[in-house]
């Protein structure tokens, strides 16, 4: 596919949004993992979700053609891989910043991944609101799959973590 | 249809069944949880197990269509098979109970489903493995958070101490079923036992809590012998697809 094209519609995506997360783009997220255009001009974009039963796929799919269509692309079909499985870690460091500026601590790095250990909680998560690291963990699951309670113990907020995964 | 992919859909189906009949289950604490936060763990866990299921429907429809020639999907698969089509492990089935039930059915469910993610990684089919990679990553938040409330409850005051033994009591006799291979299964689940006692073990020596000695072990729900739960939990999330064929919102 022709560069120009194949950055348009990466453009267009850019405009479409995590329907949980709204300041988070698709391709922030990481969740967008190939564009294909075949030579009669049908697309192919190819998705994966964040977690197996992430309800705001099916949107998603659905914002892309949307997106696509009104900006000229009508022949779009949305697929799903699951291979490779998807990691906070393709997740953008802009992405990472404008979910500390809308109130979630941003995953870390891949070695904090699930701490096996029965009552360990990741170390170190930083309240998005005071900046302390003195936080706790209130639960491993919050208000979507993706995210754990955690609870700052200086200014007392209670915040989402975006778990790693 | 040959044998191996008629053994090879039963069996995905099998793991379709009891991820969705579990996730059914569980969905049924959604707003009754003990505490707000522990409502809301054990809805997102039930939210994955759909989610697991979803791919295992998905996958098993893709095979009988290329094998049957027939037009299955995720949802006829869930919504229009009847009872005795079910492949689910009976544990799934069984009423919620009290939340030490509930904890303690989970924790038995994810210890033994982690394992056999864990083959399944390994199988040389594709699509399997990458389900089971990615269901790997949730099952473990399920493992631990069965764990810590098995030691918490088992390990706490008297009256939880009690409540976690008579869920043993209640729940033990359908986890001999997991490792009895059935005909279609495609991994060798005798083989898993070991591991999965262990795990047991550990966390119940951290509970104060004991693994019971020869009980008899309830089986059929792999080959579609149900209790009689079953039949009812169908009724209730089969009953808006049968009545209105295709429904979607």
């Known amino acids: ?56 796929m099916d949107a998603i799919a659905f914002d892309i053609k949307m997106k696509l269509i009104e900006n000229g692309y009508t022949h779009v079909k949305v697929t799903y891989t699951l291979q490779p499985a998807w990691t906070t870690d393709w997740m953008s460091e802009e992405g990472k910043d404008k979910l500390k500026a809308y109130g979630i601590a941003p995953p870390q790095h891949i070695s904090s991944r699930i701490n096996k250990i029965l009552f360990a909680q990741e170390e170190n998560i930083e309240c998005p609101l005071c900046h302390s690291t003195n936080t706790k963990l209130l639960s491993e699951f919050g208000s979507t799959a993706c995210k754990a309670l955690y609870q700052c113990n200086d200014c007392k907020e209670p915040f989402d973590y975006f778990k790693c995964h | 249809m040959n044998k191996l992919s008629n053994y090879q859909i039963n069996y995905i189906l099998s793991l379709a069944d009891s991820t969705l009949i579990l996730g059914q289950r569980n969905g049924e604490w959604c707003a009754h949880g003990p505490i707000l936060e522990q409502d809301i763990a054990i809805t997102n866990i039930t939210l994955d197990l759909i989610g697991q299921a979803r791919n295992f429907y998905q996958y098993a429809a893709t095979l009988i269509n290329e094998v049957e020639h027939k037009n299955e999907t995720e949802d006829s698969l869930a919504y229009l098979r009847n009872e005795r089509d079910f492949k689910n492990l009976l544990i799934s089935e069984l009423p919620n109970g009290d939340w030490a039930q509930t904890i303690l059915r989970q924790f038995f469910f994810s210890s033994f489903m982690l394992l056999v993610f864990e083959e399944l990684e390994k199988a040389n089919d594709e699509q399997m493995a990458a389900i089971a990679t990615k269901s790997i990553k949730e099952i473990n938040y399920h493992v631990k958070w069965s764990s810590e409330w098995v ?13 976690m033994k008579n869920a043993i009591e209640a729940l033990w006799m359908y986890t001999g079923e997991f490792f009895i291979p059935a005909d279609y299964e495609m991994i060798d689940v005798a083989s898993l036992k070991e591991k999965w006692l262990e795990k047991i073990k550990a966390v119940f020596e951290e509970a104060t809590l ?27 999330m089969q009953s808006l697809q049968r009545t209105y064929p295709g429904a979607e919102w």
């Open chain 2, 210 to 236: 004991s693994v019971p000695e020869n009980t008899f072990m309830q089986t059929g729900g792999k080959n579609g012998i149900h209790t009689e739960h079953l039949g009812y939990i169908l009724a209730e």
């Open chain 2, 151 to 163: 030691i918490r409850l088992g390990d706490g005051t008297e009256e939880s101490h009690n409540r």
């Open chain 1, 1 to 56: 596919m022709s560069d120009v094209i194949k950055e348009h519609i990466y453009k267009i995506l850019e405009q479409v949004s995590d329907p949980e997360i709204p300041v988070l783009t698709i391709l922030d997220m990481g969740i967008v993992r190939d564009v294909i255009r075949d030579d009669q001009n049908n697309i192919e974009i190819i998705i994966t979700p964040t977690y197996s039963g992430c309800p705001a």
